[in-house]
């Protein structure tokens, strides 16, 4: 499928933020609803049209794996319920052969 012909879709805080008023660069429930980075990623991004002037810094998100940084908005990642991070190859590698010390796997449906 062409780029061209790819269903339109609003990034981020913007289509989040519709029904809240205001601008969503000011509204303080969007900014709550995502993590900074994402936060940031999404205000930034080539997709808005709106850009986000001044983002706010964040520290990066670092595998819990290997210590690799992950870029959240464009690097595919797992999220353990701990909020730890892992980065696709951590990932397939805990998928593959989960250690005792990270729980069992979990049950297929």
Not at 21 to 50: D, I, L, P, S
Request: net charge neutral.
């Amino acid at each position: 499928m062409s780029r061209a012909s790819q269903p339109v879709r609003r990034a981020g805080p913007h289509g989040h933020h519709e029904g809240h008023g205001g601008a969503w660069q000011e509204c303080q429930e969007c900014r709550r609803a995502f993590k900074t980075e994402m936060y940031v990623w999404f205000g930034t991004n080539e997709y808005n049209f709106e850009i986000l002037q001044n983002p706010p810094e964040f520290e990066p998100t670092i595998c819990a794996g290997c210590g690799r940084i992950i870029h959240l908005g464009t690097e595919g990642y797992m999220r353990r319920p701990d909020g730890a991070h892992f980065c696709e190859v951590c990932s397939e590698i805990m998928r593959r052969d989960p250690a005792p010390e990270r729980g069992p796997r979990p049950k297929k449906n």
